[in-house]
């Protein structure tokens, strides 16, 4: 491959990049796929405190790590920095958007959306990323998984308020092929997979460790599937690479220009802006997809707009956090017999989400905004954070415990066996025991647009109270769930400072019929400029409702097949 030239560059790695990646490989052209991230093979996901310090992205400081930190007015966004982007960290499922939610609003509603695509063109597109991820639902009907308290509990408190429940799809291998469900089991895969690390992963060791990076390989990321067959079919994937500008060529194509990290120098701060430190590399392409997802590829634009004149005034715009809204009940409990016990949720035990309540829309039988609610895990070790701040009951039992000892010793008679005494320490432990996460999301109104500041730097401007009715449904619901469960619901704690948190930040170069509604047409071509794709989160007119991976691969995919449709000559329309 021409180390200066390509058929078609990609700027990240994540649902909509990897598949680029694949799908224009398959068609024969010469791809090369820029990451800025580190590749994580199986075992290198950070787990110490020591470790997770350096885990967040900022080369500056010699950090180079998975997560990737954003905070604006009165929005947090999380997202990833590694090869598989938001496959790394995400809960894996894989719901389609719903068909009712692809909604044609009038163009002079505030915050209205247009979808310009409908279900029925993109289910053949879901269908293909469903194979290529192989999805598959919880094996709930099977031991050991049918143990999963948590999937009951949402289940039972679904059934009691008739709202409908179901077990969404999940890019997670429980069993080989033609073989039952069972964790643990080392993964047969056909091919060498893109770290090259045989006999590595394993099925589904319900650790709920999904959100910090499978160690096991359970996942089956971006890296194990998508781009591990564009390699095969010949890509270069490039780690470490950062894209800082580009540029339209005269005659056609684009220029691009980028720098390389080097991850050994990790805790070392450097000017990675200066081009003594960091020297440019060039590359040229007949194609330039941005996949740098929401904020990166918004960001990339809004830096470059100078070479893009002719861009449209919606850059930035219709921003959404897809509605992800955080609460939690605690204490769960059911009452049997007339006597009320504690519900042991054990949140840490499966995957990260394994099922989920649709509470539907106005257009499809509801009322107000519909949204999502799922049962969320998290790893073992927040259940040690969590029951330490259970100070008072604590306290009390290591009194009790200094108590007993000092009289034991007074009297001369002092217990060789203290083992009852060591256990009563953790007290109950149902602080942490009965803990039951939900994730929430669905339609909020895409009101936020992004701009750059003075500093050059990315600002959102996003109000809470734009989309106040949608989030008052989400918490009264679970609230109710938490009333079924007879446990005591606590909000988001970012919620008391008037802040929410997204982990699928939506928008900033929406899909629009026209340039003065979109920045991209409905095949993510960008408006006047021919070959210039864009295929991440930042092309959705508004919220996806669903978990937003699934709608953002399919669109990749559409768009993919389009170039491949049209090749030797301009796509654009």
């Not at 791809?31 to 787990?47: A, D, I, M, Q, T």
């Not at 415990?401 to 007074?410: P, T």
């Not at 008037?498 to 003065?516: K, Q, S, W, Y």
Request: with cysteine; charged share 20%.
């Amino acid at each position: 491959m021409d180390e200066m030239h390509v058929d078609a560059l990609i700027v990240g790695s994540g649902f909509g990049g990897s598949v680029m990646a694949y799908r224009l490989a398959q068609a024969g052209l010469e791809v090369c796929l820029l990451e800025r991230g580190k590749p994580y093979p199986p075992g290198s996901f950070s787990r110490s405190p020591y470790q997770m310090k350096n885990n967040f992205w900022n080369p500056s400081e010699g950090k180079y790590g998975l997560f990737s930190v954003w905070s604006f007015d009165g929005m947090n966004a999380i997202v990833s920095s590694g090869l598989g982007g938001g496959s790394l960290i995400y809960s894996n499922v894989l719901l389609r958007k719903d068909e009712k939610w692809f909604v044609r609003e009038d163009r002079s509603k505030p915050g209205y959306e247009y979808w310009p695509v409908t279900r029925e063109e993109l289910d053949p597109h879901y269908e293909q990323v469903e194979q290529m991820l192989n999805a598959q639902a919880y094996p709930f009907d099977t031991a050991p998984y049918n143990a999963t308290v948590r999937t009951r509990a949402l289940q039972h408190a679904a059934e009691r308020l008739q709202l409908e429940w179901c077990l969404p799809k999940l890019a997670v291998t429980f069993a080989n092929e033609g073989e039952p469900p069972a964790p643990g089991v080392p993964l047969f895969e056909e091919l060498p997979n893109i770290h090259n690390v045989p006999r590595a992963r394993s099925t589904c060791r319900l650790c709920g460790e999904c959100n910090i990076g499978c160690n096991f390989g359970s996942k089956n990321t971006l890296d194990y599937t998508y781009l591990s067959a564009a390699k095969r079919l010949g890509a270069e994937i490039k780690t470490c690479c950062e894209v800082r500008s580009f540029q339209p060529l005269d005659g056609g194509g684009y220029s691009i220009s980028y720098v390389e990290h080097d991850p050994a120098l990790e805790g070392q701060p450097l000017q990675t802006h200066d081009p003594q430190v960091l020297p440019p590399k060039q590359i040229t392409a007949d194609r330039l997809i941005l996949s740098a997802g929401t904020l990166g590829t918004t960001y990339l634009l809004l830096k470059n707009r100078e070479h893009f004149p002719a861009i449209s005034r919606q850059l930035g715009n219709r921003f959404s956090g897809n509605g992800d809204c955080l609460g939690f009940v605690m204490k769960c409990g059911e009452t049997v017999d007339g006597q009320r016990k504690p519900l042991l949720i054990e949140a840490s035990h499966s995957a990260a989400i394994t099922s989920t309540i649709r509470v539907p829309d106005a257009v499809d039988g509801g009322t107000g905004r519909g949204f999502y609610i799922q049962d969320a895990g998290y790893p073992e070790f927040v259940n040690w954070i969590v029951q330490i701040l259970d100070t008072a009951e604590a306290a009390g039992h290591i009194l009790a415990l200094g108590a007993h000892l000092a009289l034991e010793w007074l009297r001369g008679r002092a217990e060789s066996d203290i083992s009852r005494y060591i256990a009563d320490l953790f007290g109950t432990s149902e602080l942490s025991a009965c803990l039951l996460p939900l994730d929430g999301m669905g339609r909020d109104i895409p009101s936020g647009v992004m701009k750059l500041d003075d500093n050059g730097l990315l600002n959102l401007h996003w109000n809470l109270r734009d989309s106040d009715s949608y989030y008052e449904g989400v918490k009264e619901a679970m609230k109710a769930i938490s009333r079924v469960l007879e446990g005591e619901f606590v909000d988001d704690p970012l919620w008391l400072l008037n802040r929410a948190i997204t982990v699928h930040p939506l928008g900033g170069c929406p899909m629009g019929r026209d340039i003065d509604e979109g920045v991209v047409n409905a095949y993510g071509e960008v408006f006047n400029y021919p070959n210039l794709y864009i295929a991440d989160g930042s092309v959705m007119p508004g919220p996806v409702g669903a978990n937003p991976s699934l709608t953002i691969a399919a669109l990749a995919d559409r768009f993919a097949l389009h170039i491949t449709d049209n090749l030797g000559g301009s796509s654009h329309e």
